[in-house]
C-alpha cells in the first residue's frame, strides 16, 4: 500500500511540476487544445491540425488569464505549428533526449483541454527509428504510447517517469495509438519555423499512386514498384520536363520508389531548385529525364 500511495504522490507531483509549461490553445469551434511553452519569450508549440483558424486565436495562460497569438509558421507535414503570444516571462519546457527510453516504460500524458490541467497514465507501447509521415515529414524517431489521449491533448508533453519532456502527443498519424513527435525533431522544426515561417518542400507536380510492375519489367526497371501518375499538372516540373499522365515512376534521383511517402520523403527542402533524373515506364519502356524540382507555394 505505501508502494501505491508513493507512486500516487510521484505522478501528482509529476503534474503539478508540467503545469505551470502547458496552456490551452482555442482556435477550434468545438473543443480547445493543449500548447507547450517553448520559450520564455512567448513562443507556443501545439498542433497543426489544432490550428484550424490562423485569426483570433487564444490562449489560456497557466494563472488562468487569456492573451491572443499569432502563428509564426506550420509544418503540417509533421503536424506541428508554432505560435508567438506577447506575453513573456513563462516557464518553458525543455525536451530530453530519448536515450534510454524503453518499450514498456511508464509515461504521463498531459494536457490542457479545458480550464485545468489533466492527465492520463500509460506506457510506451512502441520505439522505432527515424520514419516518414504520410505528408512527408521526416520524424527523428518513432514513439508511441498506448496512453489515452481524450479530445483536446493533442499538443500536449509526454513525461517519462523522472518528469523529463520526452515529445508532443499529436492524433494526426494513427487512429488506434497517440504517437509522440519527439524533442530532436520539435527543435529541429521550431528552428525553422521561425527562420522561414514554415518548411519547404519540393514539387513535381503530379498526382500519384503505388503499383506493382509486371516481373517481366522488373530488371528493365530496376526495380519492382513505382508510382503511377494518375495527374500532372500543366504547370509543374514533371509537365516541363515532358512527364504524362500514366507514365510509372520506377527511380527518383537514384532512390527506388515503394509509395508515396518516399517520394515526399525525397522532395525535401535541400532539394528544391537542383536538377534531378528521374526513370519513368512508358508503354513497357524505359525513359530518363531531368527535371527540376520546385518549390510548394
Same mark, same amino acid.
Given at each position: 500500500?505505501?508502494?501505491?500511495?508513493?507512486?500516487?504522490?510521484? @505522478?501528482?507531483?509529476?503534474?503539478?511540476?508540467? *503545469?505551470?509549461?502547458?496552456?490551452?490553445?482555442?482556435?477550434?469551434?468545438?473543443? !480547445? *487544445?493543449?500548447? @507547450? @511553452?517553448?520559450?520564455?519569450?512567448?513562443?507556443?508549440?501545439?498542433?497543426?491540425?489544432?490550428?484550424?483558424?490562423?485569426?483570433?486565436?487564444?490562449?489560456?495562460?497557466? =494563472?488562468? +488569464?487569456?492573451?491572443?497569438?499569432?502563428?509564426?509558421?506550420?509544418?503540417?507535414?509533421? #503536424?506541428?505549428?508554432?505560435?508567438?503570444?506577447?506575453?513573456?516571462?513563462?516557464?518553458?519546457?525543455?525536451?530530453?533526449?530519448?536515450?534510454?527510453?524503453?518499450?514498456?516504460? &511508464? %509515461?504521463?500524458?498531459?494536457?490542457?483541454? $479545458?480550464?485545468?490541467?489533466?492527465?492520463?497514465?500509460? @506506457?510506451? /507501447?512502441?520505439?522505432?527509428?527515424?520514419? +516518414?509521415?504520410?505528408?512527408?515529414?521526416?520524424? =527523428?524517431?518513432?514513439?508511441?504510447?498506448?496512453? #489515452?489521449?481524450?479530445?483536446?491533448?493533442?499538443?500536449?508533453?509526454?513525461? #517519462?517517469?523522472?518528469?523529463?519532456?520526452?515529445?508532443?502527443?499529436?492524433?494526426?498519424?494513427?487512429?488506434?495509438?497517440?504517437?509522440?513527435?519527439?524533442? *530532436?525533431? &520539435?527543435?529541429?522544426?521550431?528552428?525553422?519555423?521561425?527562420?522561414? !515561417?514554415? %518548411?519547404? +518542400?519540393?514539387?513535381?507536380?503530379? $498526382?500519384?499512386?503505388?503499383?506493382?510492375?509486371?516481373?517481366?519489367?522488373?530488371?528493365?526497371?530496376?526495380?519492382?514498384?513505382?508510382?503511377?501518375?494518375?495527374?500532372? =499538372?500543366?504547370?509543374?516540373?514533371?509537365?516541363?520536363?515532358?512527364?504524362?499522365? !500514366? =507514365?510509372?515512376?520506377?527511380?527518383?534521383?537514384?532512390?527506388?520508389?515503394?509509395? %508515396?511517402?518516399?517520394?515526399?520523403?525525397? &522532395?525535401?527542402?535541400?532539394?528544391?531548385?537542383?536538377?534531378?533524373?528521374?526513370?519513368?515506364?512508358?508503354?513497357?519502356?524505359?525513359?530518363?529525364? /531531368? &527535371?527540376?524540382? !520546385?518549390?510548394?507555394?
Amino acid at each position: 500500500m505505501s508502494d501505491l500511495l508513493s507512486l500516487s504522490q510521484s @505522478i501528482a507531483s509529476l503534474v503539478e511540476r508540467v *503545469a505551470p509549461s502547458i496552456v490551452r490553445v482555442e482556435a477550434r469551434r468545438r473543443h !480547445g *487544445a493543449t500548447g @507547450i @511553452i517553448w520559450s520564455a519569450e512567448g513562443h507556443i508549440l501545439t498542433t497543426s491540425h489544432a490550428v484550424e483558424r490562423e485569426e483570433q486565436i487564444q490562449l489560456t495562460l497557466p =494563472d488562468g +488569464r487569456t492573451t491572443p497569438a499569432e502563428i509564426v509558421g506550420r509544418d503540417p507535414s509533421t #503536424d506541428l505549428a508554432l505560435l508567438k503570444t506577447e506575453t513573456s516571462g513563462l516557464t518553458p519546457l525543455t525536451p530530453a533526449p530519448l536515450d534510454g527510453v524503453k518499450v514498456g516504460h &511508464l %509515461v504521463l500524458a498531459v494536457g490542457h483541454p $479545458g480550464r485545468t490541467t489533466r492527465a492520463t497514465l500509460g @506506457i510506451v /507501447s512502441a520505439l522505432g527509428d527515424e520514419w +516518414r509521415t504520410h505528408a512527408g515529414g521526416r520524424v =527523428d524517431r518513432y514513439l508511441e504510447t498506448d496512453a #489515452d489521449l481524450p479530445p483536446g491533448f493533442s499538443g500536449g508533453p509526454l513525461l #517519462d517517469a523522472q518528469g523529463r519532456f520526452l515529445g508532443l502527443l499529436t492524433a494526426a498519424f494513427s487512429r488506434t495509438a497517440a504517437v509522440v513527435i519527439p524533442g *530532436a525533431t &520539435l527543435t529541429r522544426v521550431v528552428n525553422t519555423l521561425k527562420e522561414h !515561417g514554415g %518548411v519547404r +518542400r519540393g514539387y513535381l507536380g503530379v $498526382g500519384a499512386y503505388p503499383v506493382r510492375l509486371p516481373q517481366h519489367l522488373w530488371a528493365k526497371a530496376g526495380a519492382e514498384t513505382g508510382l503511377i501518375f494518375l495527374s500532372v =499538372d500543366p504547370d509543374g516540373p514533371a509537365y516541363r520536363a515532358g512527364l504524362l499522365m !500514366g =507514365d510509372v515512376l520506377v527511380n527518383l534521383g537514384g532512390r527506388t520508389l515503394e509509395g %508515396v511517402e518516399d517520394l515526399l520523403g525525397y &522532395l525535401a527542402e535541400e532539394k528544391v531548385g537542383t536538377a534531378v533524373q528521374a526513370k519513368v515506364l512508358r508503354a513497357g519502356e524505359v525513359r530518363e529525364v /531531368s &527535371l527540376t524540382v !520546385g518549390k510548394r507555394s
